[in-house]
């Protein structure tokens, strides 16, 4: 199915104990030139069961299932080549939960390997993402987001991880998002999650600013959007849109080398 006709989903990730929280999956269906959020519902919300591992497993489920949709994820799909000891990206991800057997290990690893600095890939420091993938607040996303998401999809070819892979039109799509870069390329780069003063009017200034990029919200998911105090609805907000101004290259673009192997940041 092209790229045209595919629903999107943008997922908020995370891999902390409170992921069934923390995680949040918006839906949007294209009308025209228009990305209309028809829900916004945190992990919870699909899973009976409110464990981070049963959260995960929903999530997982539900990219299988959904054949023709395109989703956008927020955590590193990759790491910089020159960090990893495989030839390519597949071998990476097949590898990866068999070297590390936890976030921590995970973690420990590159920070050795590194002697404690961090280091991106290409399209992060292009891009202007916040954080190394083993960054002390990003490396437990990074690691349950590639051994339990992106490891089965791969190693199962249930999915295409573009733009490393070849786009399937019988496989859902998953690209990697941002929503820091979003909101800087859009000038909206400032504090909008936690309670302290002025958050929530922040988190409605970005709200009316999708609007006015042709993202259609009702008022109850304007209100989830304004009111979940984290921001983690907004964030999978910011992931959908993020996949919808990107559509139109994905089924066409032609990964360089470097791309083949550490993937490519959308915003």
């Not at 464990?51 to 590193?76: N, W």
């Not at 690209?175 to 009017?201: D, M, Q």
Request: net charge neutral; glycine share 4%.
């Amino acid at each position: 199915m092209p790229y045209q006709i595919r629903k999107i989903f943008g997922v908020d990730f995370s891999g902390s104990k409170k992921a069934c929280n923390k995680i949040w999956v918006s839906e949007g269906t294209v009308y025209d030139k228009f990305l209309k959020i028809h829900a916004c519902h945190p992990a919870l919300f699909f899973s009976e069961n409110h464990d981070t591992q049963s959260c995960i497993a929903t999530l997982y489920s539900m990219i299988v299932r959904e054949k023709h949709a395109i989703f956008g994820m927020d955590f590193p799909f990759a790491l910089p080549f020159s960090l990893t000891e495989e030839n390519n990206w597949k071998d990476f991800i097949i590898n990866f939960p068999f070297k590390h057997d936890s976030a921590e290990s995970f973690r420990d690893y590159y920070r050795q390997k590194t002697d404690g600095r961090e280091f991106k890939r290409k399209k992060e420091n292009e891009k202007g993402a916040p954080f190394a993938a083993y960054n002390l607040w990003l490396y437990k996303q990074t690691y349950h987001g590639i051994s339990r998401i992106i490891n089965p999809l791969v190693r199962n070819n249930l999915a295409c991880v573009l733009p490393i892979q070849t786009p399937n039109p019988e496989n859902p799509w998953i690209i990697e998002i941002c929503p820091a870069c979003t909101l800087k390329e859009k000038g909206l780069y400032v504090p909008y999650k936690g309670k302290k003063s002025g958050r929530e009017t922040n988190r409605k200034i970005i709200v009316d600013k999708l609007e006015e990029l042709n993202i259609v919200l009702d008022d109850e998911i304007k209100e989830i959007c304004i009111s979940n105090i984290q921001g983690d609805a907004l964030d999978s907000i910011l992931a959908a849109y993020a996949v919808f101004r990107n559509m139109q290259i994905l089924e066409g673009k032609n990964p360089d080398e470097l791309e083949k192997r550490e993937g490519d940041v959308y915003y």
